[in-house]
């Protein structure tokens, strides 16, 4: 066994925690920040809860970046490069979803390392300086992306996804407001939180699991378990988002270093064919990703079990499958109340993509930790199973 | 494993030699190998170990495979971060699979091109480890089959008939 972990977050949660913003930037001697962010942010008037949190301070909060897509490319990377040296920045806040976090993290990579040829730094550990403060302000609870050391940025001339990871990556400061959240729609919330749920099972039974990592996604999986319905019911359940909020980077630090497996190659795969968000993809491909693992995995779903369901009792194989059912009949019930597809056939999936998807999935770096090796087969189930 | 890393160094030394020439045999020799590696789309890629001189860079073409000590820059570099995760992984106590996990590896270039390169070093290890050795290390490992079997054996004779060459 050999573990390598590494957490270098400052995380600060909690009502109101926006407001610590301007500490913490000053604390790193940041004057002139470049804010990230995407039109739905500002029109959810999300940036100007932000933006009053520096009412009364000295810092210049005026050059701000809006144009990032729902699906971020290595051109908006480029245009935010270039805004933040012709401004003279010294500081990088990304405020948004898992997209323009990744942005954020893309943009830190080309300062630190002085160039704008983004795919020349892409692949694992690639990266040799840290570079400038970056702070992420999560307005969504699942990716976990305000924690990890991975981006994924879609390159338009190669027309596929450029994948980055680096503990260079990793935000120095993560500020997570459930008042940020309050606003998600149900279905953002509910994708969302099953991204959160899938990395925190997931970590928990990959290759590379180790005690810290199984720690943080067993406490994860409990949080999600108890409040995603809450938080999909009623969204300005405050208590709710707060715990979806702290679930999402226990999920983040511990995926982060034990990694994903099967169900996030198929979700990438099949989310790059159908151009379908990530969380939802994730949530059509968890529990066929989940069954496959069942043989090599029954110990961890019997533990994780005592996270959902702790008065179930009986052998480990009878533990293991109540788990997934406790998956299953937790997804059925985000479904009815969110409107999350329940197949793909309902987000555009026809048999033809077939290829595509196993192609890519068989490709996708996710795979290499799951115990279960991703054959062509594997994936051909999975994606039945998931019609 | 790793305590008594000088004398490590030597067989460390002999892995990578087997490993190059096991690169060279199985391109010419076993089908889906060859398959495999084209499928990786790429045109070389690099096998080193960090601040060290031990190298394998290898230039793919669909005629042939070869291995060369240049350090020219490949667009694809699987680089170990210490020469205990490399020894593990050549001598298969770990698969690449594993090293990757443990965060042993710096990849330089495409992460899906990587990992296909990665799926056909694993059937090198396949090949050119008995089974009883790689069982433990390989996931869903069924064991060889009669035909991969002789590859094993052909591989070694060919090794053995180039010693030193």
Redo the contacts between chains.
């Keep these: 066994m ?3 972990f590494i957490v270098p977050t400052k995380i600060i949660t909690g009502v109101d925690a926006i407001f610590r913003l301007p500490y913490e930037l000053e604390l790193r001697d940041v004057k002139k920040p470049i804010l990230l962010t995407d039109q739905g942010i500002l029109s959810a008037g999300i940036y100007d809860l932000v933006k009053q949190a520096f009412d009364e301070y000295k810092f210049d909060l005026q050059v701000v970046y809006s144009d990032i897509p729902l699906e971020t490319s290595v051109d908006s990377v480029k245009e935010a490069y270039r805004l933040f040296i012709s401004e003279n920045c010294d500081a990088i806040i990304a405020l948004g979803g898992g997209s323009v976090i990744d942005t954020g993290k893309a943009l830190r990579m080309m300062v630190s390392e002085g160039t704008d040829d983004l795919i020349a730094l ?5 990266i040799t300086k840290k570079g400038v403060t970056f702070v992420a302000i999560p307005t969504t609870a699942g990716t976990g992306s305000e924690v990890t050391g991975v981006a994924v940025i879609f390159d338009k001339l190669s027309n ?1 996804k ?2 980055f ?1 680096s503990d260079f990556l990793i935000p120095d400061v993560a500020v997570l407001d459930p008042e940020l959240t309050v606003s998600m729609p149900k279905k953002l919330t509910a994708a969302s939180g099953m991204d959160a749920l899938s990395h925190a099972i997931e970590a928990y039974i ?3 699991s180790n005690e810290i990592s199984k720690a943080l996604a067993f406490r994860s999986t409990k949080l999600i378990f108890d409040n995603l319905i809450n938080a999909i019911m009623d969204g300005k359940d405050r208590n709710a988002r707060f715990n979806m909020l702290m679930a999402s980077p226990m999920a983040g630090m511990a995926f982060s270093n034990s ?1 994903v497996g099967i169900v996030h190659s198929l979700a990438h795969a099949a989310g790059a064919v159908l151009h379908i968000p990530h969380g939802v993809a994730i949530s059509l491909f968890l529990l066929a990703g989940l069954k496959e693992n069942l043989d090599r995995s029954k110990g961890d779903f019997s533990e994780l079990l005592n996270a959902v369901r702790c008065d179930f009792l009986g052998s480990e194989d009878e533990r293991a499958e109540e788990f997934l059912n406790a998956v299953s009949d937790l997804l059925k019930e985000v479904r009815c109340l969110s409107g999350l597809p329940s197949g793909l056939l309902e987000v555009g999936y026809k048999p033809e993509f077939e290829g595509r998807i196993i192609e890519l999935a ?4 996710s ?7 991703l ?1 062509e087969e594997v994936a051909r189930r999975m994606i039945k199973a998931s019609l | 494993m790793c305590k008594l890393i000088k004398s490590k160094v030597l067989v460390l030394k002999i892995l990578l030699d087997v490993f190059e020439k096991a690169l060279v045999f199985l391109f010419l020799d076993d089908a889906e190998f060859k398959k495999m590696l084209l499928k990786a789309d790429v045109d070389c890629f690099t096998i080193r170990v960090l601040k060290t001189d031990f190298l394998v860079n290898v230039t793919i073409k669909r005629d042939g495979l070869f291995v060369d000590k240049s350090k020219s820059k490949c667009e694809l570099e699987i680089i170990f971060k210490d020469l205990c995760t490399a020894f593990k992984t050549f001598s298969g106590l770990i698969s690449l699979e594993e090293a990757f996990a443990q965060k042993g590896v710096i990849l330089k270039g495409s992460i899906a091109k990587a990992l296909t390169v990665t799926r056909a070093i694993k059937r090198l290890q396949t090949l050119v480890f008995p089974d009883i050795w790689i069982k433990r290390v390989l996931k869903n490992f069924k064991g060889t089959s009669m035909p991969e079997k002789l590859v094993f054996y052909k591989f070694y004779y060919y090794y053995l008939k180039n010693l030193g060459r």
């Design positions: 050999f573990v390598e892409s692949g694992a550990d690639n596929s450029i994948a990871a990959g290759i590379q990694m068989l490709t996708d770096g795979s290499i930790f799951s115990k279960v090796e054959t």
